[in-house]
């Protein structure tokens, strides 16, 4: 990992830096439309373009992500940076689970599978291996419960720019 990307970890539990974060999703969605999915989160941590369908537009939703590998899945958390309220990306996929994740320039179709019990578990404590302060957004979020997804590809992968960003 970059010396930036490590203190970018360091940095992660503190409230200046959750809102900071949320304040440049949009130039990531742009940084990650304009390398078409090459380079998302200024190539510092894992992360990827999660395209969904916007549970009441019905119009596609890109948002950049952390992730972690697993097995030929990505498991995402819907941390929403500690905030109270549940991500919009994660309602659209409880509403529509067929996605598309962007990976180093590759478009993957995905299915997303809530976890819960000991998978959830097993999940959880990779995301916070790879990104230690998903445990203080989870603190931050009080009595809402942060859901973990594992996203299941399901075709082949093809090439090309990333869906836009909406």
């Keep these: 990992m970059s010396v930036l990307g490590t203190l970018a970890r360091r940095l992660g539990h503190r409230r200046w830096f959750a809102a900071a974060g949320r304040l440049l999703v949009p130039a990531d969605r742009l940084v990650g439309r304009l390398t078409r999915g090459r380079v998302v989160a200024l190539g510092l941590i894992p992360s990827l373009v999660i395209t969904t369908t916007g549970r009441r537009s019905g119009r596609p939703r890109s948002n ?57 578990e097993r999940l959880w404590r990779l995301l916070v291996t790879e990104w230690p302060a998903y445990r203080t957004y989870a603190q931050r979020a009080g009595d809402r419960e942060i859901r973990v997804f594992r996203l299941v590809p399901t075709g082949a992968a093809g090439t090309g720019g990333a869906a836009s960003a909406d």
């Design 64 to 120: 950049p992500l952390l992730y972690v590998p697993d097995g030929d899945g990505y498991v995402v958390v819907g941390s929403n940076w500690g905030q109270p309220s549940q991500p919009a990306w994660a309602l659209n996929l409880i509403a529509e689970p067929t996605a598309e994740v962007t990976l180093a320039g590759r478009r993957i179709p995905v299915r997303a599978e809530l976890a819960t019990g000991a998978e959830r």
